[in-house]
């Protein structure tokens, strides 16, 4: 278990070449990379970002959902055929960085109207995205996301029982988004869990770094270690959520000293 940053929280602060130029500065030792477009979904950039890298382990690899996600699962021929072209670029990319995870939104989900989801096709989908990225050496990982595929608890064990090896990604700040308590995501993804988003919120609601807000870290620790995570610990927060990068090192910092009192 390590405890890192995931790129997206530098977000217009600093683009993932110049995120990986901060990460081996300040030796942190895990991370996910947010590619954030179309032309960073290559192994040409891929590559540019390894040589950059000193000695951060790429967990996973995460991408802007609405580019062909949601696609992956049209019923138009040619619409599947172009997203999976780009679920491709993405994974030769993943596979450059020698990322093990793929954190993944699937359908986003836009209109209002209650959906009926019909899970054996999204089964079926699922399992010819997860045999793409076996192919590459990467597990896909379904994030759970109030505004997407995986907003409630149940989809992920329906899911998985036509892609037996779907591993999770737990994100703390959408659980709340969804109105749900993340120990209902955690207990559902158990020992398929590889990958937590960290985040803080405080006495208003707002997201904040983690250490700067209620969230109670300590207890959610301590329930990965009951589930026997073993995954990475990585913090991501929006670009609002602090105006120093000092500060977010201190957030790593903290993070990582409560970690090794728990784990």
């Not at 993405?90 to 209002?112: D, I, M």
């Not at 999204?122 to 076996?134: L, S």
């Not at 892609?163 to 109105?179: E, F, I, N």
């Not at 983690?210 to 610990?233: C, H, Y």
Request: with cysteine; proline share 3%.
């Amino acid at each position: 278990m390590q405890v890192g940053i995931s790129t997206s929280s530098l977000f217009l602060k600093a683009d993932n070449d110049k995120a990986m130029e901060l990460f081996r500065e300040w030796n942190v030792p895990v991370a996910e990379v947010f590619l954030s477009t179309f032309s960073e979904y290559t192994r040409e950039f891929a590559s540019l970002l390894k040589q950059i890298n000193g000695k951060t382990d790429v967990h996973s690899i995460h991408c802007l959902n609405t580019n062909f996600e949601p696609q992956l699962y049209n019923r138009h021929p040619k619409v599947r055929k172009d997203a999976f072209f780009w679920l491709e670029q993405v994974l030769a990319a993943g596979e450059t960085l020698k990322a093990k995870y793929y954190t993944f939104h699937g359908v986003a989900r836009l209109k209002k109207s209650p959906a009926m989801t019909d899970y054996e096709k999204v089964g079926v989908d699922t399992a010819e995205i997860q045999n793409r990225c076996k192919a590459h050496g990467i597990s896909l990982a379904f994030e759970n996301v109030h505004w997407a595929h995986y907003n409630a608890p149940g989809f992920f064990s329906k899911v998985k029982e036509h892609v037996p090896d779907l591993k999770g990604t737990l994100d703390v700040k959408q659980a709340r988004q969804s109105g749900y308590d993340y120990t209902e995501y955690l207990t559902e993804m158990g020992s398929d869990l590889v990958t937590v988003h960290l985040s803080d919120v405080d006495e208003s609601g707002k997201v904040c770094l983690p250490g700067k807000g209620i969230f109670n870290f300590e207890q959610l620790f301590a329930r990965l270690k009951d589930v026997n995570f073993k995954g990475a610990l990585l913090i991501e927060v929006y670009p609002e959520s602090y105006t120093d990068f000092s500060q977010l090192t201190a957030s790593l910092d903290y993070l990582q000293n409560l970690a090794s009192k728990v784990f």
